[in-house]
């Protein structure tokens, strides 16, 4: 059949339908006055009566009946037309190299737990990974007693006994660098100071340095070299400018550290070298503003921003500062729900930032915690309530962010909240009732939660395979470079006990995430670190090597590289978090299964402060073992 044929066959069809139309318009009126009623009222609400004609409106002929259809013959099967998108782009999402990105392995695995240590000798209240593969790991001295005793021939603590008043011998060690190759632990002596519920970080050089505590290591200044096999911490006793209790110290990008807080401490200070003193503290109104009858706002969350100033978290507020001039750079909305910092426990820690992105965005969470008068409930009378279940994300470099609310799969007061390599967080240890402090929870949280952030809002939270030992006051987690998860500490009470509901804990595990499924490891990029630079310079590009047992059409795409910040944890909270994706530059196939990925070096100290930094390299979610690099 023509195309002429076809054509005259649509036009005698839209003939009809049109003189269909204008037929039944002429007669619409006389519709009305044949059924003599009202359109329907409850379409039509207070429209008024029609009237009621005797005639019709319109006297036109009546339109002549339709002419016949011609016959004409059936149309043909033509070839249907492919759809093809508007524009010139691929269908599929593609990497960085015009290759499909694959997407991360799908990794059915919940976790693995194994038990790496009966007796660490302290319970870890406070730890740090340190550049040497070591965590230092310390307790409180006030009550004399832990479960490692000093080396033969080191001197033992001579104190006051308060109750007896006897001058006694304090042979027990408070503090023990913890080998993470070989789970053994070297006691360390502590003469100076109590740094009961202190603060810490690593300085540029991967000196540690820990910083406040109780009674007379509230002014104390500690310090522990890198690299050194048998040396103690150096202590300096009321060098701070104010007391610091219950503090939070920050890394700086030009590599000094920001102290905050503490009890009764409404102020902040800048943690001075080695032999000098603290200059004066800076009076800080938020924080006494944000306290209350049971001080909710202790150990503030404090996170550096991509634009070098700090996010500051205590209680529901938080707030922009400028640490160098010292001004408000802006406020942001309160966090209903309830309290989220010290005794109520919440977490919170700085997302992934991607360096990939051209606007820098830093963004905060913070989960969980309790309500204001849980801590005085549990202290005095014992009533444990909820914990909280809600998370909350803010992105802290837009000007009038709100806060997104989301609910986690479990209540959780005292966790700690850790970045994983490959930019997935982890919710781990802590309770489900009440508060921190001694005696003030019920109900642990035995259940890790695997967080992905980028995924929906919905589809976010897994949970993940439970431990068998209560994590509740005083523990505390880290990440280690070959991407476990080292847990310890537990002390719900004063001393060390054994015989209570919850023991005091000394025991170590180790804790697998997903990503570390054995059906996987074929997959798993091997760093080679002998052939990888490992001095970094800001804004430079350098160079890592790897190897995957199977890489078959491995792209670039495939691949991401992290930088982490292990952070002092304590209390629910690690100081100095930071987890970048940097920049790759190119991927080269070297040989079959051995690759080499050119990655450009963060711009600044404001997006990595100077210092040490695990390294990954991550293949579609999955990290190998981590390598120290040092940047300056």
Request: aromatic fraction near 12%; charge should be negative; proline fraction near 10%.
């Amino acid at each position: 059949m023509t195309y002429s044929i076809k054509f005259l066959f649509i036009c005698t069809l839209l003939l009809l339908v049109v003189a269909e139309a204008k037929h039944k318009k002429k007669n619409k009126h006389k519709k009305y006055r044949d059924q003599n009623e009202d359109p329907n009222p409850l379409l039509f609400p207070g429209l008024p009566s029609f009237p009621q004609f005797e005639e019709p409106l319109d006297q036109s002929p009546p339109f002549p009946e339709p002419l016949p259809l011609p016959q004409l013959p059936p149309l043909p099967q033509l070839p249907p037309v492919p759809l093809l998108p508007p524009f010139d782009f691929p269908l599929t999402p593609l990497g960085g190299d015009g290759v499909e990105a694959k997407g991360d392995f799908q990794v059915g695995s919940l976790g693995h737990w194994d038990l790496i240590s009966q007796n660490a000798g302290v319970s870890a209240m406070h730890i740090n990974l340190l550049p040497t593969n070591k965590i230092i790991m310390f307790d409180a001295k006030i009550y004399r007693v832990s479960r490692i005793m000093l080396p033969k021939g080191a001197p033992c603590a001579p104190y006051r006994d308060m109750v007896t008043q006897q001058d006694k011998f304090d042979c027990y060690a408070h503090a023990v660098e913890y080998d993470i190759e070989t789970n053994q632990v070297r006691p360390l002596q502590v003469n100076g100071g109590d740094p009961w519920c202190s603060s810490g970080g690593v300085a540029p050089d991967g000196t540690f340095v820990g910083t406040g505590g109780f009674d007379t290591g509230a002014r104390t200044i500690r310090f522990l070299d890198p690299n050194c096999q048998d040396c103690q911490w150096r202590e300096h006793n009321d060098v701070l400018a104010a007391e610091r209790w219950y503090a939070t110290q920050q890394i700086l990008p030009n590599g000094e550290f920001f102290l905050i807080g503490g009890r009764k401490s409404f102020s902040y200070e800048f943690v001075p070298k080695e032999g000098q003193q603290s200059q004066k503290p800076y009076f800080f109104p938020f924080l006494y503003e944000t306290s209350d009858l049971d001080e909710n706002n202790l150990y503030p969350f404090v996170h550096l921003s991509t634009d070098g100033n700090l996010f500051i978290f205590a209680n529901n507020r938080s707030l922009l500062l400028n640490p160098t001039s010292h001004k408000i750079v802006r406020t942001f909305p309160v966090l209903p729900g309830g309290s989220r910092n010290y005794p109520a426990s919440g977490m919170s820690a700085l997302l992934p930032i991607d360096l990939n992105d051209l606007n820098m965005k830093a963004e905060v969470i913070v989960c969980g915690g309790n309500t204001p008068e849980a801590f005085h409930l549990a202290d005095t009378v014992k009533i444990f309530l909820p914990a909280l279940q809600d998370c909350n994300r803010l992105v802290i470099t837009e000007t009038f962010p709100k806060w997104e609310y989301e609910l986690m799969p479990s209540m959780r007061t005292m966790g700690d909240l850790l970045t994983l390599p490959n930019g997935q967080l982890l919710f781990i240890n802590g309770a489900t009732m009440g508060t921190s402090a001694w005696w003030d929870a019920d109900k642990p949280n035995y259940t890790p939660v695997l967080y992905k952030p980028n995924n929906p809002k919905g589809t976010r939270f897994t949970v993940l395979k439970a431990s068998q030992i209560a994590r509740m006051y005083h523990s505390t987690s880290t990440v280690l470079p070959s991407g476990k998860v080292w847990v310890s500490g537990s002390n719900t009470h004063n001393t060390y006990k054994d015989k209570v509901k919850f023991p005091t804990e000394t025991r170590v595990e180790a804790f697998s995430p997903p990503y570390l499924d054995a059906n996987f490891d074929q997959y798993r990029p091997q760093i080679n670190e002998e052939a990888s630079e490992k001095e970094l310079v800001y804004g430079g590009f350098f160079e890592t090597r790897f190897l995957v047992q199977d890489g078959a059409q491995l792209a670039k795409s495939d691949i991401k590289v992290s930088m982490f910040s292990p952070p002092f944890t304590t209390h629910g909270f690690s100081m100095g978090q930071r987890l970048l994706f940097l920049k790759v530059d190119e991927l080269i196939v070297e040989t079959e299964g051995s690759y080499k990925v050119r990655s450009e070096a963060p711009p600044s100290g404001e997006i990595a402060p100077p210092g040490y930094y695990l390294l990954f390299v991550v293949h579609r979610g999955l990290p190998g073992k981590g390598m120290w690099v040092h940047i300056q």
